[in-house]
């Protein structure tokens, strides 16, 4: 089965605290995964994805096939971060299969 | 603006309405996606465009569901007989082909059926 899952609803940090947003995915293929945000009032856009391997504004997400994982960190949150984050799987002709998301919270 | 556009922004009707919704993708972009986003859930996908062609379409698609995209341009997403159920939004996103290809998504329609 295809299935991304991201566990967290919501997360709650402070203002420089470091941030860490997991995802997991199952897929039978080579996978292509992505992450995607969105804030508020504003539309749903690519934040990065993994064969890019580049870091945008200060996140990074790394591919690891053993745990089937794609987790988005940042070492130092700003206020500016708070969004919903989506992670997303390519299941074919860039077909996205998405997680539930996660709530970023960050507090000055 | 030259990003995905989609109308209407809002739609209310009552159920057992017809409702169609419109997507006009990036110019230049052969690739058109539709998307339904309930509440506390990702969007998933329905159906996707290349060009006029229509290569896949979701389970979720019921028959009461038909997308077109007549020149390869703009899409139109019709629902019949709209149920409750159907309260969502419906998102739309175009790409072109590429090792770097991107969805741009549009800001959605928002569907409730009462």
């Known amino acids: 089965a295809q299935r991304v899952t991201q566990p967290e609803k919501l997360l709650s940090v402070f203002k420089g605290a470091p941030v860490e947003l997991k995802c997991n995915y199952s897929?039978?293929?080579?996978?292509?995964l992505f992450w995607y945000v969105q804030y508020s009032r504003q539309r749903l856009q690519l934040l990065l994805r993994?064969?890019s391997r580049e870091s945008i504004k200060g996140f990074t997400a790394d591919l690891n096939k053993g745990e089937t994982s794609f987790h988005l960190k940042k070492p130092f949150a700003q206020e500016e971060d708070s969004a919903m984050y989506y992670c997303a799987l390519n299941t074919g002709f860039q077909k996205l299969v998405f997680g539930t998301g996660t709530r970023l919270l960050v507090s000055p | 603006d030259t990003g995905v556009s989609q109308n209407p922004r809002h739609k209310i009707t009552k159920r057992g309405q017809n409702v169609t919704f419109r997507c006009d993708p990036i110019s230049e972009h052969n690739r058109l996606y539709w998307y339904r986003q309930t509440l506390g859930q990702g969007p998933e996908f329905l159906t996707y465009?290349?060009?006029?062609?229509?290569?896949?379409k979701s389970r979720l698609l019921s028959d009461r569901f038909s997308a077109e995209r007549p020149k390869g341009s703009f899409s139109t997403l019709e629902i019949q007989r709209t149920e409750q159920g159907d309260s969502a939004m419906y998102l739309c996103?175009?790409?072109?082909?590429?090792?770097?290809?991107?969805?741009?998504f549009g800001p959605g329609t928002r569907l409730l059926v009462l």
């Open positions: 996103a175009s790409s072109s082909p590429g090792r770097s290809e991107t969805q741009y």
């Open positions: 897929y039978s293929g080579s996978p292509e």
């Open positions: 465009f290349q060009n006029e062609a229509q290569l896949e």
């Open positions: 993994h064969i």
